[in-house]
């Protein structure tokens, strides 16, 4: 007769042994370190069946020929530790926040009184509220309008408190990778997760890339032109502009000067005509001009102020019925501080500007335009704004203060280029919404998912992070 | 009132252009160049995007920590033409070729007979076959055979016939590789195929993965024992063995010497051992060792000889009904040679290594083992038969001698590294069929898939291709 054929390792065993001890959450030193090299490798394989793959800088043709020079994502081990409630809370903004978009972007008025000092002190946005200004002039309405837009946050270490940082309204991106991120926590949790005391449910689900391509395609839908492309501008060259029908143009790229690099050498046929040419069409727009600017810092800055989220027409439509009932007391909410823009002033409130000098380790000075990495801090903070004081131009306008957070740290396993090592870092987390409406009618209007980026906290210099490098996800506590 | 919004390219122009010229079927160098860059590029981002990936060989630690040094696998940007009543014959043999498998299986007299020459000459079969014995010793039955098995076939230019090049039983590989080339081309034909005259519909589909899955998944559910796990046998020292039930040990390897590395060393702890006890046991063998002797080209050579497909039981079991009704018929054909595999010798035959000292540019030799790239050719080929036939010894049992094939060839863009080239290629056919039977009961028995590899033709030499780099797919003429 024969034997039935049998097979256990130490992994195995450890499995049906539930008197085994289980490391406390995310205590990663009292996780066996060949059980670690099993994790670790299983991601690897894992980033690499389901491309979560970037070009790899040291080979030299990775940036140029796809499919070429390829390495994981540098990416966390396991999920971050996350306060449910504090999570609900920003999911449940999500929707909150699309239709604050899109309120704001109505009243023209404001985002260029909001912007009129910006202006003069900044080329870019200048061009921007002209494209917006000509709108204003023939009187353009957008009855289709969508919003793919993404909110960022941290927890403040000392009072506990889910804060916002800034809101993206143009080519708001890792929706990808957050959904991929996502998938391998998932997967690995459902894997390990019996050994490490997790729970892989407890890491939340992620749609943001089919949500995305949802509401696009719901969009396309409203336009109803089956034979209506749908164009997305993106950081390479491409203008061809006469034949074929467009339902959407989407803007993956369009945020930085450097994506209108033509026009020194002739408007007729520079990058900002074009702009200006797509907002004029009767295409959808996602953005359209207004929900760029409305992501503007500046704009977000005025909004933060008490009484202006108060204001008509932001909260208060007479006779007008809206899907969120409760949306006018929710706003109100968040104007009073229970949740808020962290805090963000102008420059030219000189009490704070003078507190910012005093304290500059309190503050975060910010480019009041799209794309981080050119925040200052600290001794530099405190010089340019006296440089600024000096010089009395208008330059102070290009700038926002912004309170700085210091956000809980956590132990994490960064794996980087196949290695990984273990630190402390801190992380910001994404929650995307996506939003569409024509006339009246809400079509979309939801919280569709989530990015996590951290950062090594020893690095890190405050405010948005420079230079994220590594991805997560969050693990519900 | 607002403009559509408008775009062309000399793309879309082209598609909804009729009268453009079409490029004749595969002549590349009609291809606009523009286009075929496009083409190109597209196919790189798939192959990223897909998974269709290897480890670079440049990249030092490519090849041990997975996620690192990545690059696409070098693909036939374009299906190479493959006739369809071809296609047809060779699909439709595969659930034959699957039934033959597993009746030539049972004939463990004929197994030892025909290998019995080959058990002097080679240590390897000899190892096989002493397990083989064991089993017959001990009457060992499996109840549950399953099979994952492909046949490669060739063209042959001057003949137009379809002839088999071998059949695979175990560690059947590229069905992976053959699905995603699948489904890479398929997706650049439905793009791009309206410009190259070329129809997505007619590159056939491929379920080799899923299929492959499902086999191993419903001969889990009839090993029925809900806890029993699927061990897969990989080359990596893997040697734990007590404790989990095993429903299927699936040999990835285990089919060249090279996977018994420690016998020299003792025994007990061998390999060879591991391999006995598995085969001793009730778990189900994906192949048993009468499976991967069925494999072996002695064997195959033996089934080619006239009137040997013939004999009981692999065609006729009287009292027996079998779900292919007209089994006998087909097998009487393979047979008779109207498809066969390509004609196979023995070295005993003196009359035909006669023939092959004088025309050696006619045969090629080859080991009677799994694993190309050993094949003999030419002169050597004389060579070799010149001194077999002086030593006297039972060394020849180790070879077979086979008709050598002479392909037809198409032209090939290839693509490798991120850069593409064209040339002519020869092409091999793999076809995969699943079987899965439980005594009486056949519960699978299909032709699952495919996948093809090239070669450029210039370095060509016949036979068995070795070291094939590059895959493709066929479209159907």
């Avoid at 306060?83 to 239709?99: G, R, Y």
């Avoid at 899907?323 to 409130?349: P, Q, R």
Wanted: charged residues 25%.
């Amino acid at each position: 007769m024969s034997q039935p054929l049998t097979l256990s390792s130490a992994v195995v065993q450890e499995a049906e042994d539930d008197s085994s001890p289980k490391p406390s959450l995310f205590d990663y030193h009292s996780i066996d370190q060949k059980l670690l090299q099993n994790i670790v490798y299983d991601s690897l394989v894992w980033s690499t069946l389901n491309c979560l793959l970037v070009g790899d800088k040291s080979v030299q043709r990775s940036g140029t020929v796809p499919g070429v020079g390829l390495v994981h994502l540098p990416l966390s081990l396991l999920p971050g530790p996350f306060p449910e409630s504090h999570w609900k809370q920003a999911c449940e903004l999500a929707p909150i926040f699309n239709e604050l978009v899109d309120r704001v972007s109505l009243d023209g008025q404001f985002l260029q009184e909001s912007l009129s000092r910006t202006k003069k002190a900044d080329e870019f946005t200048s061009r921007l509220l002209d494209i917006h200004a000509k709108m204003l002039q023939i009187n353009k309405k957008e009855d289709i309008r969508m919003g793919i837009v993404r909110s960022d946050y941290m927890i403040d270490e000392k009072t506990k408190s889910l804060l916002q940082i800034e809101m993206n309204t143009i080519s708001t991106s890792f929706a990808l990778i957050g959904c991929l991120m996502t998938g391998l926590h998932r997967s690995l949790l459902s894997q390990y997760g019996k050994f490490l005391g997790l729970d892989s449910n407890r890491v939340p689900a992620n749609n943001a890339v089919d949500q995305s391509a949802e509401a696009l395609a719901k969009a396309w839908s409203e336009f109803n032109n089956p034979r209506a492309a749908i164009l997305v501008v993106v950081q390479v060259e491409e203008r061809n502009m006469d034949g074929q029908a467009i339902s959407i143009v989407y803007f993956r790229a369009g945020y930085t000067p450097k994506d209108y690099p033509s026009e020194s050498v002739s408007y007729m046929n520079s990058e900002w005509r074009a702009r200006l040419m797509m907002e004029q069409s009767s295409a959808i727009k996602c953005p359209t001009i207004s929900y760029h600017l409305v992501g503007t810092k500046k704009v977000q800055q005025e909004l933060a102020k008490p009484g202006v989220l108060e204001r008509t027409p932001f909260i208060r439509e007479s006779g007008k019925a809206w899907d969120h009932g409760d949306f006018d007391e929710t706003v109100e909410g968040l104007g009073s501080g229970v949740i808020s823009y962290s805090s963000l002033w102008s420059l030219e409130d000189s009490d704070i500007v003078k507190k910012a000098i005093e304290s500059p380790e309190l503050f975060v000075m910010k480019p009041q335009r799209e794309g981080g990495g050119n925040n200052i801090y600290g001794d530099d903070l405190r010089k340019t704004l006296l440089k600024l004081q000096e010089a009395g131009s208008e330059e102070d306008a290009a700038y926002i203060l912004m309170q700085r957070i210091f956000p809980a740290t956590y132990p994490a396993i960064l794996v980087r280029d196949g290695n990984w090592n273990t630190g402390h870092v801190i992380a910001e987390a994404g929650i995307f919404g996506t939003y569409l409406r024509n006339k009246d009618k809400i079509i979309i209007n939801n919280e569709s998912g989530y990015m996590v980026r951290t950062k090594v906290s020893t690095s890190y210099e405050g405010g948005v992070l420079p230079g994220f490098g590594v991805v997560d996800t969050v693990y519900l506590t």
